[in-house]
């Protein structure tokens, strides 16, 4: 059985345009298949920014950390366990003034952790999280893939690689804010 991971970061939830059509590519991918899938919804998770406490909290030894200290890790390990446990991560991604969604960040955030999903080398950092596939459906109001403006798709593919996922794909859907759309 396929495990996959389907991340929405939509302000608009359901209704948004990311939303719909990953929904779509998720159908696809589970039609007649023997799949489990678990859905992450960022936008009404509420995931916090990053604060030093909760680093701290990673980086004590579970065995030592305090109640609070425990409370702080069992998010991000609970979020790198779904990830870990995933083969398919199929990611539905607005553009947001030329980036990922803040909720995508911070959840970004909790999943890269030195040790557990990459290693630093002698000759840098090495992803632990190998073979996996990631398929990213991007959505936008206007027209940026392969331009300048673009720094979403090489953030993603260059965070993706950190943590070991390199099989990565994108499906676009632009221009949905032009005039004409």
């Given at each position: 059985?396929?495990?996959?991971?389907?991340i929405?970061?939509?302000?608009n939830?359901?209704?948004?345009?990311?939303?719909?059509?990953g929904?779509?590519?998720l159908?696809?991918?589970?039609?007649?298949?023997n799949?489990?899938?678990?859905?992450?919804?960022?936008?009404?998770?509420?995931?916090?920014?990053?604060?030093?406490?909760?680093m701290?909290?990673?980086?004590?030894?579970?065995s030592?950390?305090?109640?609070?200290q425990?409370?702080l890790?069992?998010?991000?390990?609970?979020?790198?366990?779904?990830?870990?446990?995933?083969?398919?991560?199929?990611l539905s991604?607005?553009?947001?003034?030329f980036?990922?969604p803040?909720?995508?960040?911070?959840?970004?955030?909790?999943v890269?952790?030195?040790?557990?999903?990459?290693?630093?080398?002698e000759?840098?950092?090495?992803?632990?999280?190998?073979?996996?596939?990631?398929?990213?459906?991007?959505v936008?109001?206007?027209?940026y893939?392969?331009?300048?403006?673009d720094?979403?798709?090489?953030?993603?593919?260059?965070?993706?690689?950190?943590?070991?996922?390199?099989d990565?794909?994108?499906?676009?859907?632009?221009?949905?804010?032009?005039?004409?759309?």
């Open positions: 059985m396929k495990n996959i991971l389907f929405t970061s939509s302000l939830g359901r209704q948004g345009q990311s939303t719909m059509l929904e779509v590519l159908s696809n991918l589970t039609a007649g298949a799949v489990n899938v678990v859905k992450r919804d960022l936008a009404s998770d509420n995931l916090p920014h990053l604060t030093q406490a909760e701290g909290a990673w980086m004590t030894e579970e030592q950390r305090n109640e609070e425990a409370m890790a069992e998010t991000s390990d609970k979020l790198i366990k779904e990830l870990q446990d995933s083969d398919i991560l199929v991604m607005p553009m947001y003034n980036g990922v803040s909720t995508f960040k911070a959840w970004v955030d909790r890269a952790r030195a040790g557990v999903t990459f290693r630093y080398t000759n840098g950092p090495v992803g632990l999280l190998e073979n996996k596939k990631a398929i990213i459906v991007a936008r109001g206007g027209i893939a392969g331009t300048e403006h720094s979403q798709t090489q953030y993603l593919k260059d965070f993706l690689a950190f943590i070991g996922i390199k990565v794909s994108f499906t676009y859907a632009e221009g949905l804010n032009m005039p004409g759309s």
